[in-house]
């Protein structure tokens, strides 16, 4: 199972359920000033399938919409969570989404600027907070 439409640039496992995982999310977004939210509430962006983020990093901003993986059954029942990007842009807005083709899998230097940044940002800091290391998605 992939990431629907959009695809997947990458995604990432961690051990523990969704709530724990999202209330981490909520709290590194309102504690760290690199990371900010998007303000506009929509579809992708709306705090509970989809969140929209900025990170910054030195003097670059990219631009993220992250999935939280599955539905309310899956979240109420599973002790993992994923989180995959479905769509990410550079600070010169370079990217997109897989499934659309603007990241192809084989573009490793935009796919790995763009992932890294986004694991410095926010994958190793939750990480950090839930005191496990995340693993390669099985999905």
Request: glycine share 8%.
């Given at each position: ?55 910054m ?72 907070e ?10």
């Amino acid at each position: 199972m992939g990431g629907g439409t959009h695809g997947q640039i990458k995604c990432y496992q961690f051990p523990v359920p969704k709530s724990r995982l999202e209330e981490v999310v909520r709290n590194l977004i309102r504690n760290d000033s690199m990371v900010i939210q998007d303000s506009i509430q929509g579809y992708y962006n709306d705090d509970t399938m989809y969140v929209k983020v900025k990170i910054m990093e030195d003097s670059r901003i990219s631009e993220y919409i992250f999935h939280y993986y599955g539905d309310e059954n899956y979240w109420m029942s599973s002790r993992t969570s994923i989180i995959s990007i479905s769509y990410a842009y550079n600070n010169e807005r370079n990217g997109g989404s897989s499934g659309n083709g603007d990241v192809k899998w084989y573009d490793f230097s935009l796919r790995n600027e763009l992932t890294d940044m986004f694991e410095r940002g926010l994958i190793l800091k939750i990480d950090k907070e839930i005191g496990a290391t995340h693993t390669k998605c099985t999905y």
